[in-house]
């Protein structure tokens, strides 16, 4: 290293009064608090709900994601671009803040050996900062995404930021062109960017330069503060409210749904009968009037939602966005309401402005949230794995339609025909179909109504026991188990629908029919673990049951062949070629079931032959089936399970393994329009394991 003797810099170099740059911080800060004052009385008009459990977790799960940046690099080049941003502002943060501290203290600390380091690092993040920006600049002006919804706040939120980057170094770079090129020319190179523009002004007359470096700080200095200010006000709120939802956020697994006991309900408080769901702004908990404050309008989970791109009219970025704006006109009269002690606040509010959410317009007023977007939902989750601050969708998506399915009794008839199905045969199927027995007839099963005995259930499922292309899956499943020296029993006719779809279409009182039935013959059986080869049906009983007393273990039946293959109990004899996996939304977004499927076929496939498609794992492509749209249709432009038959076709793989009965339908009805020369079948996973195993 060159002797530089004791590398430093004068604080306020060349400036007069820099003190009173407290005052304007002072004043820009209390701006902030009032705003971000403002906004927490309007949550609080939301519900209880309990979100400061495990605290150590929380803040250990929201520093991960802001500094490694995972959900936001999950776009690689505008995660790329915010990670240079994100670390750019923060490394000339924490920079700022250094010559504060010294300035307080006393303690001259930046200088020698360190003072190098910190010119280095301010300089050399600040430029990749400056890169960030651009990036931003080039993708959102010159690229333009069809999921990006631009307004003017969008382009002076990253234009002030680069306005003030580029400041900085050109108020570096006079001071550098006046002292340190001149006097000890070593020293400049460590702050590379103020370097630059130091060499580009270096043959100006140093009173010159001294009078634009003045005038060019106190701009500088102005342009932070507003920046500041812009922070409560502008897009880069997400910086103080995203990392407040990261830290609250929901630590179950997302497929997981909650609601009230209703049975309870009716006895502790009968009149919350008279209205079931959301259906005004008020009823959604407070974190989930936080989330809509959250969203960035990034339009990520619009970019991935099946359903927006499959031609609905579902958009789960502006359905957040319309539910904030309604917040936002009808909020201030709720507050005041809820504070006055009279009507008065209430009584001043304009006609219709603590209108609701949902309606038909029959009033004359607009609906915040439109119906046909409600029912456009799939459930899938994607949207909640992409959101870069975790928002919680689905779950607003089903109180709202909560409140169509059971205050108003406003549904499709294909949701009303399925929900009666459901109500009067314990399964959601039209037509005279199949019992649950019929398909075991021909085998030796235990089955608990005969007085037979095990603590382990194979779950079939509605789909599993009256579907004829789902049956050879349970058969499958059947013959595997009994190959592996299992003990297990059935329920036959006893067994009805978990409940699942009623409660994504909305029916909570039907879904919670059904849980408690089917918690009561668990009991009364004894049984002690479920075996089920639905990833809906896992998700619930798994997820969903707990909180109504069920305590069964639950195992998705890949999970239960992977354990089988490791510990020896299954031997299989062949292998399969040309095999890609689907992997089912409620199995893998929802539960994060990646790996045991994978295993399987790993075991079971030859080498180099198990191929998988682009969109896999957690950005896997939703098959169109959950929500509800086993049994209804929305005739969108575009069928669902035709992009994701696509996606198979263009992998070149011969099989697409399965490991959900729905997927399995609705895989089976692309294959006949995409693909009517049979070159890909679909399979389930269990039909392939069983079909290496010798009889």
């Known amino acids: 290293?060159?002797?530089?003797?004791?590398?430093?810099?004068?604080?306020?170099?060349?400036?007069?009064?820099?003190?009173?740059?407290?005052?304007?911080?002072?004043?820009?800060?209390?701006?902030?608090?009032?705003?971000?004052?403002?906004?927490?009385?309007?949550?609080?008009?939301?519900?209880?709900?309990?979100?400061?459990?495990?605290?150590?977790?929380?803040?250990?799960?929201?520093?991960?994601?802001?500094?490694?940046?995972?959900?936001?690099?999950?776009?690689?080049?505008?995660?790329?671009?915010?990670?240079?941003?994100?670390?750019?502002?923060?490394?000339?943060?924490?920079?700022?803040?250094?010559?504060?501290?010294?300035?307080?203290?006393?303690?001259?600390?930046?200088?020698?050996?360190?003072?190098?380091?910190?010119?280095?690092?301010?300089?050399?993040?600040?430029?990749?900062?400056?890169?960030?920006?651009?990036?931003?600049?080039?993708?959102?002006?010159?690229?333009?995404?069809?999921?990006?919804?631009?307004?003017?706040?969008?382009?002076?939120?990253?234009?002030?930021?680069?306005?003030?980057?580029?400041?900085?170094?050109?108020?570096?770079?006079?001071?550098?062109?006046?002292?340190?090129?001149?006097?000890?020319?070593?020293?400049?190179?460590?702050?590379?960017?103020?370097?630059?523009?130091?060499?580009?002004?270096?043959?100006?007359?140093?009173?010159?330069?001294?009078?634009?470096?003045?005038?060019?700080?106190?701009?500088?200095?102005?342009?932070?503060?507003?920046?500041?200010?812009?922070?409560?006000?502008?897009?880069?709120?997400?910086?103080?409210?995203?990392?407040?939802?990261?830290?609250?956020?929901?630590?179950?697994?997302?497929?997981?749904?909650?609601?009230?006991?209703?049975?309870?309900?009716a006895e502790t408080d009968p009149d919350a009968l008279d209205e079931l769901g959301n259906n005004r702004i008020e009823q959604f908990s407070w974190k989930s009037l936080l989330d809509l404050d959250a969203c960035v309008n990034c339009g990520r989970c619009e970019s991935v939602c099946p359903a927006h791109n499959s031609g609905v009219p579902l958009s789960p970025r502006k359905l957040i966005q319309d539910m904030k704006g309604h917040l936002d006109v009808v909020g201030p009269a709720l507050a005041a309401r809820a504070g006055s002690a009279s009507d008065e606040a209430s009584e001043e509010a304009p006609d219709g402005m603590l209108g609701l959410l949902l309606g038909d317009g029959e009033d004359g007023t607009t609906p915040a949230v439109l119906e046909e977007e409600l029912w456009g939902c799939r459930t899938c989750g994607a949207c909640m794995h992409e959101c870069p601050v975790f928002i919680e969708h689905i779950p607003k998506i089903i109180d709202m339609r909560r409140y169509l399915v059971m205050s108003e009794s406003k549904m499709g008839e294909e949701a009303q025909l399925f929900l009666k199905n459901l109500e009067d045969r314990g399964h959601p199927f039209a037509g005279q179909g199949r019992d649950r027995e019929e398909w075991f007839e021909d085998l030796d099963v235990k089955v608990y109504g005969r007085g037979d005995e095990s603590d382990t259930l194979f779950w079939v499922g509605c789909a599993g026991a009256m579907i004829d292309r789902n049956i050879e899956t349970s058969r499958a499943m059947v013959k595997i188990m009994q190959s592996a020296g299992m003990d297990f029993a059935l329920l036959g006719n006893e067994e009805q629908c978990t409940g699942d779809p009623a409660r994504r279409v909305g029916d909570e009182l039907t879904y919670q029919g059904c849980t408690k039935t089917n918690i009561e013959t668990f009991e009364q059986y004894g049984i002690k673990k479920v075996v089920t080869a639905c990833p809906h049906c896992f998700n619930t009983v798994k997820n969903e049951y707990p909180d109504y007393g069920s305590e069964v273990e639950v195992v998705h039946h890949t999970e239960l062949i992977d354990s089988l293959l490791k510990e020896g109990k299954l031997r299989p004899q062949t292998k399969h070629e040309s095999v890609t996996y689907h992997d089912p939304c409620y199995l893998g977004r929802h539960n994060d079931g990646y790996d045991a499927p994978?295993?399987?076929?790993?075991?079971?496939?030859?080498?180099?032959?198990?191929?998988?498609?682009?969109?896999?794992?957690?950005?896997?492509?939703?098959?169109?089936?959950?929500?509800?749209?086993?049994?209804?249709?929305?005739?969108?432009?575009?069928?669902?399970?035709?992009?994701?038959?696509?996606?198979?076709?263009?992998?070149?793989?011969?099989?697409?393994?399965v490991g959900c009965p729905f997927c399995m339908q609705m895989f089976d009805d692309a294959l006949g329009a995409k693909d009517p020369g049979g070159k890909v079948k679909a399979k389930d996973i269990a039909e392939l394991v069983a079909e290496t195993l010798t009889d």
């Open 1 to 265: 290293m060159l002797d530089l003797g004791e590398p430093t810099r004068q604080i306020y170099w060349n400036i007069v009064g820099h003190a009173l740059i407290y005052v304007f911080l002072v004043a820009a800060l209390g701006l902030v608090i009032w705003t971000i004052h403002k906004r927490v009385q309007l949550w609080k008009l939301g519900t209880a709900e309990e979100r400061l459990d495990d605290i150590p977790g929380r803040v250990r799960f929201a520093l991960t994601e802001i500094f490694l940046q995972r959900r936001q690099l999950r776009e690689p080049f505008m995660g790329l671009a915010h990670l240079f941003i994100f670390y750019g502002f923060l490394a000339e943060l924490i920079a700022t803040g250094m010559i504060s501290l010294q300035e307080w203290t006393g303690i001259e600390y930046l200088k020698g050996n360190f003072y190098l380091g910190y010119s280095l690092f301010s300089d050399s993040f600040g430029i990749l900062g400056i890169i960030g920006l651009l990036m931003a600049l080039w993708y959102r002006g010159v690229v333009k995404p069809a999921r990006f919804h631009t307004i003017a706040d969008d382009w002076v939120a990253v234009l002030l930021l680069l306005v003030i980057f580029v400041q900085g170094f050109f108020v570096e770079g006079m001071r550098i062109a006046v002292t340190e090129l001149r006097v000890n020319p070593e020293l400049a190179p460590w702050s590379p960017g103020g370097y630059v523009i130091a060499k580009l002004l270096q043959d100006i007359d140093s009173q010159v330069l001294m009078e634009w470096h003045r005038y060019n700080w106190w701009i500088h200095a102005a342009t932070a503060f507003a920046f500041i200010a812009y922070f409560a006000l502008g897009k880069f709120k997400h910086v103080l409210f995203g990392t407040m939802n990261l830290f609250l956020r929901n630590p179950e697994p997302t497929g997981k749904l909650n609601y009230p006991d209703i049975d309870e309900l």
């Open 598 to 657: 994978r295993n399987v076929l790993s075991n079971i496939t030859a080498p180099g032959q198990l191929i998988e498609m682009d969109a896999n794992k957690s950005k896997s492509r939703c098959c169109g089936s959950g929500g509800g749209y086993a049994w209804m249709d929305d005739k969108p432009e575009k069928r669902i399970n035709h992009t994701r038959i696509e996606d198979v076709q263009q992998c070149g793989a011969g099989t697409a393994a």
